[in-house]
């Protein structure tokens, strides 16, 4: 008995010592790798999460897509899962110096609000009050 693992059929020792002393360019490793995909962070999610129960509990929205694309995060709002999306809250880096990284946009197309801050472009969902006679 040693203590090196079993090795599978047919491979032998020299085989896999040779297989494991190649070096690899660590820089060359990391350009060479797909890019990772821009995401939500945790509590940007949570942020537009709780815009979405809202929506849901007063029955304007009913569900949702969230995707990460190698240049923004995207979160759809769907009235219903078939049609186009209502609304769309994305997240593009590339414009956080500019106009910044946040944006909402409807179903046309237009940008109702962007902004650098979360909160402050979810705001666009607040219902605004309304004065009731009585």
């Known amino acids: 008995m040693t203590d090196q693992p079993d090795l599978p059929r047919g491979d032998t020792r020299s085989d ?18 797909d890019p990772l995909p821009i995401t ?24 949702y897509a969230i995707d990460h694309l190698k240049d923004r995060a995207v979160f759809s709002v ?11 809250i ?6 956080s110096s500019k106009q910044g990284a946040f944006s909402v946009v409807d179903v046309n197309g237009r940008i109702l609000k962007r902004g650098h801050e979360l909160p402050q ?6 219902k605004a009050l309304k004065l009731i006679d009585t």
Request: glycine share 6%; no cysteine.
């Open 40 to 63: 939500f962070h945790r509590r940007e999610l949570d942020l537009i999460l709780r815009i979405y129960g809202r929506m849901v509990g007063d029955g304007d929205w009913r569900d």
């Open 16 to 33: 896999r010592e040779t297989a494991s002393n190649v070096v690899v360019d660590f820089h060359e490793y990391r350009n060479a790798r």
């Open 90 to 95: 994305e997240k593009n880096p590339r414009l």
């Open 121 to 126: 472009v979810l705001k666009v969902f607040d």
């Open 78 to 88: 769907f009235k219903r899962s078939g049609e186009t999306p209502l609304y769309r």
